[in-house]
């Protein structure tokens, strides 16, 4: 697996336990749409990650 895959796995799983955090505690406190909005942004840097990923396994095809 070349290291760009390697660096957005990790990328990923980085992200997605601040959003753990995040969820944690926006659940706590509905309300909070600065919690809400950094949720929108760590969901939106989940989903480049992928799609990046993704455009790598076309292009190896």
Known sequence: MP???DALRT????LN???RL???KFTKNPGN???ALELKLI???IAECNVQIQLD???RK
Request: charged letters at 50%.
């Open 22 to 24: 995040l969820s944690e």
């Open 33 to 35: 749409t600065g919690l």
């Open 3 to 5: 290291l760009e895959l």
């Open 17 to 19: 336990g601040k959003r």
């Open 57 to 59: 396994r076309r292009k």
């Open 11 to 14: 990328r990923i799983g980085e």
């Open 43 to 45: 969901d939106d840097q």
